[in-house]
T-cell receptor
Framework: QKEVEQNSGPLSVPEGAIASLNCTYS??????FFWYRQYSGKSPELIMS????GDKEDGRFTAQLNKASQYVSLLIRDSQPSDSATYLC????????????FGKGTTLSVSS | GAVVSQHPSWVICKSGTSVKIECRSL??????MFWYRQFPKQSLMLMAT?????????EQGVEKDKFLINHASLTLSTLTVTSAHPEDSSFYIC??????????FGSGTRLTVV
């Protein structure tokens, strides 16, 4: 059974702080890694994808991947109240037609 | 960018009736579509994977006779919840991919069975 684990939180940070979200996965064959943000009652929206070991930065967001440790993280710098949402880590084997497997998500609350 | 249109956004139905949810890829050919279900405060659980023109592959524990999936064309997949019961009330989300790279999600359907 392929699993993706996340700390459910809630993770609370003050406005302007760095929020750190973590994810581990069980399938060593996984090749593609995604972070989604989901607001209550809405569909997930893609924040970042990462495929290679190391860091990938996009604006205030940085994704980090360590395949040897089977670990993915997301850093949100200068957190804003609008970042308050549930963050879902998703993994796929990257073979054509392979579904994303989601973690349970971490709820982030940014206080102003 | 790639867009997937999902309808309806919400539906209320009586117990025992059937409900059909449509998912259309508007500007790309979706070779594979995925159907997820999400209960409150839980993550997205994969229900089934469907490839155009083929029978859907269901995840363990998902009743294929209850959740009928049709992927008749490269732009349309439907999920029919047959003989719905209150425990089927959930948020259903489709996702489409072209060649397995990049996933586009529909806006979701909130199903309430009364």
């Amino acid at each position: 059974q392929k699993e993706v684990e996340q700390n459910s939180g809630p993770l609370s940070v003050p406005e302007g702080a760095i929020a750190s979200l973590n994810c581990t996965y069980s399938d060593r064959g996984s090749q593609s890694f995604f972070w989604y943000r989901q607001y209550s009652g809405k569909s997930p929206e893609l924040i970042m994808s990462i495929y290679s070991n190391g860091d990938k930065e996009d604006g205030r967001f940085t994704a980090q991947l360590n395949k040897a440790s089977q670990y993915v993280s997301l850093l949100i710098r200068d957190s804003q109240p609008s970042d308050s949402a549930t963050y879902l880590c998703a993994v796929s084997a990257n073979q054509a037609g392979t579904a994303l497997i989601f973690g349970k998500g971490t709820t982030l609350s940014v206080s102003s | 960018g790639a867009v997937v249109s999902q309808h309806p956004s919400w539906v209320i139905c009586k117990s025992g009736t059937s409900v059909k949810i449509e998912c259309r890829s508007l500007d790309f050919q979706a070779t594979t579509m995925f159907w997820y279900r999400q209960f409150p405060k839980q993550s997205l659980m994969l229900m089934a994977t469907s490839n155009e023109g083929s029978k859907a592959t269901y995840e363990q524990g998902v009743e294929k006779d209850k959740f009928l999936i049709n992927h008749a064309s490269l732009t349309l997949s439907t999920l029919t919840v047959t003989s719905a019961h209150p425990e089927d009330s959930s948020f259903y989300i489709c996702s489409a991919t072209q060649g397995g790279y990049g996933y586009t999600f529909g806006s979701g359907t909130r199903l309430t069975v009364v």
